[in-house]
């Protein structure tokens, strides 16, 4: 396994939550996280650029997530602040070997490498 990602749980509304994606032994040059929900199609929330720490979000969560990396721990976070009950998802860390534009970290098909994913609930 290459991307291992934890820390979802129940949350109450308002509420934080920090999730992380470590990288087995290797960086990559492009992280992202995406999330499904229930009956939904997965969609991108945030994306960073190893090398020079460029990232992207969408607009659902500008504001009130932060996504990060820790270069000595070879691991991608997310901060997610203000929960909203519609952030209720799975959420998924992946991760390829290139480093892709900005305007391109939304798109799933580029990422080759992805984590279990972990189940984020936010209660109203």
């Known amino acids: 396994v290459q991307l291992q990602a934890s820390g979802g749980g129940l949350v109450q509304a308002g509420g934080s939550l920090r999730l992380s994606c470590a990288a087995s032994g290797r960086t990559f040059g492009t992280y992202g996280w995406f999330r499904q929900a229930p009956g939904k199609e997965r969609e991108f929330v945030s994306g960073i650029r190893w090398s020079d720490g460029h990232l992207k979000y969408a607009e659902s969560v500008k504001g009130r997530f932060t996504i990060s990396r820790d270069k000595t721990k070879t691991t991608v976070f997310l901060q997610m602040n203000s929960l909203k009950p519609e952030d209720t998802a799975v959420y998924y860390c992946?991760?390829?070997?290139?480093?892709?534009?900005?305007?391109?970290?939304?798109?799933?098909?580029?990422?080759?490498?992805w984590g279990q994913g972990t189940l984020v609930t936010v209660s109203s």
């Open positions: 992946a991760a390829d070997s290139r480093t892709w534009i900005v305007g391109s970290m939304g798109r799933q098909d580029l990422y080759a490498d």
